[in-house]
Nanobody
Framework: QVQLLESGGGLVQAGGSLRLSCAAS????????MGWYRQAPGKQRELVAT???????NYADSVKGRFTVSRDNAQNTVYLQMDSLKPEDTAVYYC???????????????WGQGTQVTVSS
């Protein structure tokens, strides 16, 4: 089994900062990409940022220059540092981790339970 545990969401004023964490645990052989998605009310889930094992990152245009994704490979953890938050960043944030389980030849995406981020104006 594989579990993803998210933490770090909350309520913050516009211009503030939050840091999200997502730790993967369980029967893990290897981890490929790690990242964050978000879903606002009435909207589709969208990519926020991803990071691969070598450290290359990818960001949505709407968060470039404000958000930073990073990972700790030893702890199987991905982080999202969110600065200069705007009300339009309000959403449920989900981590997504592509994992190869022990004994398996294949990699599958796993999702965290989601954490609410609310930015007040």
């Amino acid at each position: 089994q594989v579990q993803l545990l998210e933490s770090g969401g909350g309520l913050v004023q516009a211009g503030g900062s939050l840091r999200l964490s997502c730790a993967a645990s369980g029967s893990i052989f290897s981890i490929n990409s790690m990242g964050w998605y978000r879903q606002a009310p009435g909207k589709q889930r969208e990519l926020v940022a991803t990071i691969v094992g070598g450290g290359s990152t990818n960001y949505a245009d709407s968060v470039k220059g404000r958000f930073t994704v990073s990972r700790d490979n030893a702890q199987n953890t991905v982080y999202l540092q969110m600065d200069s938050l705007k009300p339009e960043d309000t959403a449920v944030y989900y981590c997504n981790v592509v994992i190869q389980r022990r004994g398996s030849l294949f990699k599958y995406p796993y999702w965290g339970q989601g954490t609410q981020v609310t930015v007040s104006s």
